[in-house]
Structures are given as structure tokens and as C-alpha cells.
């Protein structure tokens, strides 16, 4: 069997650096922007370290973990909206559907009244047209009694002469 090879002189090793040691510079960085922005009386620096002071302890994922908070936020806020413009438009669609089935409604109470007064109208037309043959023969009538009247004077005038004659 192959001999295992020897160990080497130095072994690696894995170090990880502790939250405490890597804020260590970070702190001392605030520290002196906060001063030099005394001294510069800057506003600019104060708020640099102010900012920086405030993300200080975040660690590698802090960022995305807000990232992905801030993204869980919007989509909340996008479903909300959502919903709200949901429940808007199946509001309205409720409306319109009532909107409709009254119109509907409306529309078949005046087909049954137009039928109604069609009726009417042919029935007046027809009574109409029996009075117009009533009132022609009522004339036809008229005529022919006043002819016998006129024929009837005529006698009686003959007749009143006749006698003033025969007197």
C-alpha cells in the first residue's frame, strides 16, 4: 500500500472572525467622521456617521433579509390594493347586472303595454269605422226624409192652393 503522505509543516485552519471584531473598525471609522465633522462643522459627515452608526451592526444578510421585508411589504400592499380593486369591480358588476335585470323588467311592462294599446287602437279603428257606416247610413236616411218631406210640402201646397181655389 502507498504510504500516506506526511502532514504539512503548517496546518491550515479556519478562522471566523467574531461580530465584535469586524465592528471594531467600523467604529472607530464613525468615531472619527463624527469628529472631523465637528471640527469641519459638516453636515454632510455628521449624517455619514449617523447612517453609518445606524447600520453598524448589520451582519452579511441583514440587507437582503430587509430587502426581502421591504419586497414582502410592497406585494402586501400591492394584494390589498388589489383586492380593493376587486371587490370594487364586482361591486359595480353587481350593480350593472341589477341595473340590467330592471331595465329588462321596464323593457317587458312596456311590450305588454304597447301590446295593450295596439289592441285598443284596432279596436277604436274598427268602432270607428262602424260609426263612420252608421253616421252614412243615418244620412242616407236623413236625405230620403227630407226628399218625402219636400215632396209632402209640395203636396200640401197644392192642396192649400187647390182649396183657396175651390173657394
Known amino acids: 500500500a502507498p504510504e ?7 496546518p491550515v485552519a479556519f478562522v471566523q472572525v467574531s461580530a ?8 472607530r471609522a464613525i468615531e472619527l467622521l463624527r469628529s472631523e465633522a465637528k471640527v469641519a462643522h459638516s453636515q454632510a459627515l455628521e449624517q455619514l456617521a449617523q447612517e453609518l452608526a445606524m447600520r453598524k ?6 440587507q437582503v433579509i430587509n430587502a ?14 388589489e383586492d380593493d380593486h376587486k371587490n370594487w369591480c364586482d361591486q359595480e358588476l353587481s350593480k350593472t347586472n341589477a ?23 284596432a279596436s277604436l279603428q274598427e268602432d270607428i269605422t262602424k260609426a263612420n ?4 247610413t ?14 209632402g210640402r209640395k203636396e200640401n201646397e197644392l192642396a192649400v192652393k187647390d182649396a183657396q181655389d175651390a173657394q
Open 20 to 27: 465584535s471584531a469586524r465592528r471594531l473598525p467600523v467604529q
Open 57 to 62: 451592526d448589520e451582519g452579511p444578510f441583514d
Open 99 to 121: 341595473s340590467i335585470a330592471d331595465k329588462e323588467d321596464k323593457l317587458e311592462e312596456l311590450a305588454v303595454k304597447i301590446e295593450d294599446h295596439t289592441g285598443s287602437a
Open 4 to 10: 500516506n503522505p506526511a502532514l504539512p509543516a503548517s
Open 138 to 151: 243615418i244620412t242616407t236616411h236623413v236625405e230620403e226624409a227630407t226628399e218625402i218631406r219636400e215632396i
Open 133 to 136: 257606416d252608421m253616421i252614412a
Open 68 to 81: 426581502i421585508q421591504k419586497m414582502i411589504f410592497r406585494l402586501k400592499d400591492e394584494q390589498t390594493k
